[in-house]
């Protein structure tokens, strides 16, 4: 009889993971250290995460343009060549939505994920739930934390769970309902 372990590899496969979102904290680097310290076979891609690079790039590569409409648009064609490429590839999508400024970039790319059929894992505080609650609704994950977002990832990978977040109150579903999930 075939014994798996408890924490199950995945063959040489490196997931694509896209990191999309608010661009003023950090978040996309303790994501990274997470999966780092996990040694998880992750390639991290994200949108330019210089707001003054992404918003300049068409006048800094194709000249000034004088009526700033046009100058948003040539970036935002310049930028979407980069975004829709790594939307693509990806095989996992998360999207960051912070408090402080309304991300409308990062909705439409969950909007594009969900339309393209990328599993989607929304990282947001909870106050922000109700705001979010249809883009919540075509995630597959909710998470309030990074570190919530590197546990869904390291589980999908290799199965292997990390400790309750509700500690010692989580009460396994066996218990809960019995064995074999009979229904209530």
Aim: glycine share 8%; net charge negative.
């Amino acid at each position: 009889m075939l014994r798996l372990s408890r924490r199950l590899t995945t063959s040489a496969r490196v997931w694509r993971v896209y990191l999309s979102g608010e661009i003023h904290s950090d978040w996309r680097e303790q994501i990274a250290a997470g999966i780092a310290s996990r040694s998880l076979p992750v390639q991290l891609t994200s949108p330019n995460p210089s707001h003054e690079d992404s918003d300049d790039c068409a006048a800094i590569i194709l000249g000034t343009e004088e009526q700033r409409r046009h100058w948003d648009r040539l970036g935002a064609s310049m930028n979407a060549i980069r975004t829709k490429t790594h939307l693509e590839e990806a095989d996992v999508v998360v999207v960051r939505f912070g408090d402080k400024y309304r991300q409308w970039n990062a909705a439409f790319e969950a909007g594009y994920a969900a339309a393209r059929g990328k599993p989607i894992i929304t990282l947001h505080p909870p106050e922000l739930g109700h705001m979010l609650k249809e883009v919540d609704a075509a995630a597959l994950a909710v998470c309030g934390s990074t570190e919530q977002v590197v546990h869904v990832l390291d589980y999908t990978i290799t199965g292997q769970l990390p400790p309750p977040l509700d500690g010692d109150a989580f009460v396994p579903i066996v218990q809960r309902l019995g064995k074999g999930n009979p229904a209530p």
